[in-house]
Antibody, heavy 127, light 111 residues
Framework: EVQLLESGGGLVQPGGSLRLSCAASGFTFSSYAMSWVRQAPGKGLEWVSAISGSGGSTYYADSVKGRFTISRDNSKNTLYLQMNSLRAEDTAVYYC????????????????????WGQGTLVTVSS | QSVLTQPPSVSAAPGQKVTISCSGSSSNIGNNYVSWYQQLPGTAPKLLIYDNNKRPSGIPDRFSGSKSGTSATLGITGLQTGDEADYYCGTWDSSLSAHWVFGGGTKLTVL
């Protein structure tokens, strides 16, 4: 059974930093891309960042580019999100997700979806 | 303002059918597969549909997906009170700043 367990959330002041972790189990962690998705209170889902299985490729939403860094330690089956220069608008529940992504040669389409989700960790940026 | 456009809310009676639309462009829906997610109140999102119309194991066939051009649709038949949730569409956007995009979400109310 796939399990994703986020941790590291909490209250931080504007301009501060926080590192989120996501411990994965139940699958071969290094074989899958992983993502962070967040949800501000009462709002919709917002994709934040993604990383390939090897860690060699990373992607960021424009809203966090240059402030957040995604990484992974495949020896520890753990995904990370280092968040710096935090702003009030970064307040949200942060979910980690196990991705499925591939290029369909037959159709020429690219697929990327979030197959499994963690329960989320709340980050509150406030003074 | 989300890149993918969904109606904010839809409603229907138990046992009825409802559809939720998701409109995008050629850089996202038009040239990539669409997935749908169900978020029950107070819980994490769950994958409902992937690759436009495929259901993960455990998802009942009351849920269906389709895509035409730059729009996608989620259909739910035989509505149950337990289907009350927020539903999100999403896909990869192949524009200059390649990234994943969600719709704004649709709240389904089963009257």
């Amino acid at each position: 059974e796939v399990q994703l367990l986020e941790s590291g959330g909490g209250l931080v002041q504007p301009g501060g930093s926080l590192r989120l972790s996501c411990a994965a189990s139940g699958f071969t962690f290094s074989s899958y891309a992983m993502s962070w998705v967040r949800q501000a209170p009462g709002k919709g889902l917002e994709w934040v960042s993604a990383i390939s299985g090897s860690g060699g490729s990373t992607y960021y939403a424009d809203s966090v580019k240059g402030r957040f860094t995604i990484s992974r330690d495949n020896s520890k089956n753990t995904l990370y999100l280092q968040m710096n220069s935090l702003r009030a608008e970064d307040t949200a529940v942060y979910y980690c997700a196990k991705d499925i992504s591939y290029y369909d040669i037959l159709t020429g389409y690219f697929t990327w979806y979030f197959q499994h989700w963690g329960q989320g960790t709340l980050v509150t940026v406030s003074s | 303002q989300s890149v993918l456009t969904q109606p904010p809310s839809v409603s229907a009676a138990p046992g009825q059918k409802v559809t939720i639309s998701c409109s995008g462009s050629s850089s996202n829906i038009g040239n990539n597969y669409v997935s749908w997610y169900q978020q029950l109140p107070g819980t994490a999102p769950k994958l409902l549909i992937y690759d436009n119309n495929k259901r993960p194991s455990g998802i009942p066939d009351r849920f269906s997906g389709s895509k035409s051009g730059t729009s996608a649709t989620l259909g739910i038949t035989g509505l149950q009170t337990g289907d009350e949730a927020d539903y999100y569409c999403g896909t990869w956007d192949s524009s200059l700043s390649a990234h994943w995009v969600f719709g704004g979400g649709t709240k389904l109310t089963v009257l």
